[in-house]
T-cell receptor
Framework: AQSVTQLGSHVSVSEGALVLLRCNYS??????LFWYVQYPNQGLQLLLK??????LVKGINGFEAEFKKSETSFHLTKPSAHMSDAAEYFC??????????FGTGTSLTVIP | DGGITQSPKYLFRKEGQNVTLSCEQN?????MYWYRQDPGQGLRLIYY???????QKGDIAEGYSVSREKKESFPLTVTSAQKNPTAFYLC?????????????FGDGTRLSIL
């Protein structure tokens, strides 16, 4: 069965510091992986997606993620946090597109 | 602009009442989904539909019902059998081309009990 696990339900970083949000996947076949961001009382917006074309994926708003098969990980990073990055982040996976499986989310707080 | 529209944004339900949440998309997507979001639990799949007049139960379908009479519409009814309906409900859609295309989400409906 497919699933993703997000380590750390809350992460706090100082403005300008590195952002690292962790996601590990479990899949018996090569997965497709996604990171989404959710602002309060809104839907999810796609940040980036991995579809096996390249292991380092660049997304919107300066975010990127690296697919590491040996570690079954797809961690999300941003070199320098901005106040506007404060939100909830979700990792998700699918292998067919019929069903998507979401992690439990990581709430990012950016400290001025 | 193409997108997904959910309405209403806020909804209140009385005990024993059925309520229907609307979801409309103009993205020409084949697949549509309903998720329930509770704090600390992420998104849980209620129902999904791959094609008109067909839908499948997700992980937490009990107490909910859906219909898919038109490609662009996928309404969700929260029935009186759902004893804990207070949550944030998200509708999503995706193109049915393998797993390469991500889901697009509406802005959600927040349901509360009076």
């Amino acid at each position: 069965a497919q699933s993703v696990t997000q380590l750390g339900s809350h992460v706090s970083v100082s403005e300008g510091a590195l952002v690292l949000l962790r996601c590990n996947y479990s899949s018996s076949v090569p997965p497709y992986l996604f990171w989404y961001v959710q602002y309060p009382n809104q839907g999810l917006q796609l940040l980036l997606k991995y579809t096996s074309a390249a292991t380092l994926v660049k997304g919107i708003n300066g975010f990127e993620a690296e697919f590491k098969k040996s570690e079954t990980s797809f961690h999300l990073t941003k070199p320098s946090a901005h106040m506007s990055d404060a939100a909830e982040y979700f990792c998700a996976t699918t292998n067919t597109g019929n069903q998507f499986y979401f992690g439990t989310g990581t709430s990012l707080t950016v400290i001025p | 602009d193409g997108g997904i529209t959910q309405s209403p944004k806020y909804l209140f339900r009385k005990e024993g009442q059925n309520v229907t949440l609307s979801c409309e998309q103009n993205l020409n997507h084949d697949a549509m989904y309903w998720y329930r979001q509770d704090p600390g639990q992420g998104l849980r799949l209620i129902y999904y539909s791959q094609i008109v007049n067909d839908f499948q139960k997700g992980d937490i379908a009990e107490g909910y019902s859906v219909s898919r009479e038109k490609k662009e519409s996928f309404p969700l009814t929260v029935t009186s059998a759902q004893k804990n309906p207070t949550a944030f409900y998200l509708c999503a859609s995706s193109i049915m081309v393998g797993g390469l295309q991500p889901q697009h989400f509406g802005d959600g409906t927040r349901l509360s009990i009076l």
